[in-house]
């Protein structure tokens, strides 16, 4: 069993910066591929961001990309979302995600059904 605990979300004003980070326990974070998805009031969770075991392989969403970026940091067992030029829209609750694969990322990783272990969520609020 892996545990993922999301923290850093909050209220912020448009443009400005929130980073996210994701702090994992249980087994051994270096074997598995990270991601960040997103849930909007009302609508479906969509992927975000994702990144491979080694760090060395990283995708992202469209409407994120050029904006935010993941990170993670085996040793600490840790991953981060760093969001800038924040926008309404990325008002959301984010969940941390993660998969056993040591491979670089593909297409099917931005699949949420791909992922067995997730977080609680943090809220992100971005005010116009």
């Known amino acids: 069993q892996v545990q993922l605990v999301e923290s850093g979300g909050g209220l912020v004003q448009a443009g400005g910066s929130l980073r996210l980070s994701c702090a994992a326990s249980?087994?051994?974070?270096?074997?598995?591929?990270m991601a960040w998805f997103r849930q909007a009031p009302g609508k479906e969770r969509e992927f975000v961001a994702a990144i491979s075991w080694s760090g060395g392989s990283t995708y992202y969403a469209d409407s994120v990309k050029g904006r935010f970026t993941i990170s993670r940091d085996n040793a600490k067992e840790t991953n981060w979302l760093q969001m800038n030029s924040l926008k309404p829209e990325d008002t959301a609750v984010y969940y941390c995600?993660?998969?056993?694969?040591?491979?670089?990322?593909?297409?099917?990783?931005?699949?949420?059904?791909?992922?067995?272990?997730w977080g609680q969520g943090t809220q992100v609020t971005v005010s116009s």
């Open positions: 249980g087994r051994t974070f270096s074997s598995y591929t």
């Open positions: 995600a993660a998969k056993y694969y040591m491979g670089n990322i593909r297409v099917r990783d931005t699949l949420e059904n791909e992922y067995g272990y």
